[in-house]
Nanobody, 114 residues
Framework: QVQLVESGGGFVQPGGSLKLSCAAS????????MGWYRQAPGKQRELVAR???????NYAESVKGRFLIARENAKSQVYLQMDSLKPEDTAVYYC????????WGQGTQVTVSS
């Protein structure tokens, strides 16, 4: 099975930026859609962005214009550039296929607070 490892989270002030990385244990060339998800305390996990093999993207309305998703298939990596961060972006962020298919990794914590 594919194992997924997220990294890049941290503590930032509102308006700050972070870049998250997702490393897959095997090639992702054959995975049509890859996505970033997040889960805040007491909330359901939600899709925040997805990208397909052709480079098409979709974003949740709450992050549109602030986040950018990218993939580098040869490196088995998916990235999420997050700018203009808001306190409501605070959550654990995960990557996975869309629709979710693989076991969830540990995620990476993003905390936005002043």
């Amino acid at each position: 099975q594919v194992q997924l490892v997220e990294s890049g989270g941290g503590f930032v002030q509102p308006g700050g930026s972070l870049k998250l990385s997702c490393a897959a244990s095997r090639s992702i060339f054959s995975i049509s859609w890859m996505g970033w998800y997040r889960q805040a305390p007491g909330k359901q996990r939600e899709l925040v962005a997805r990208i397909n093999t052709s480079g098409s993207t979709n974003y949740a309305e709450s992050v549109k214009g602030r986040f950018l998703i990218a993939r580098e298939n040869a490196k088995s990596q998916v990235y999420l550039q997050m700018d203009s961060l808001k306190p409501e972006d605070t959550a654990v962020y995960y990557c996975n296929k869309w629709p979710p298919y693989y076991y969830w990794g540990q995620g990476t914590q993003v905390t936005v607070s002043s």
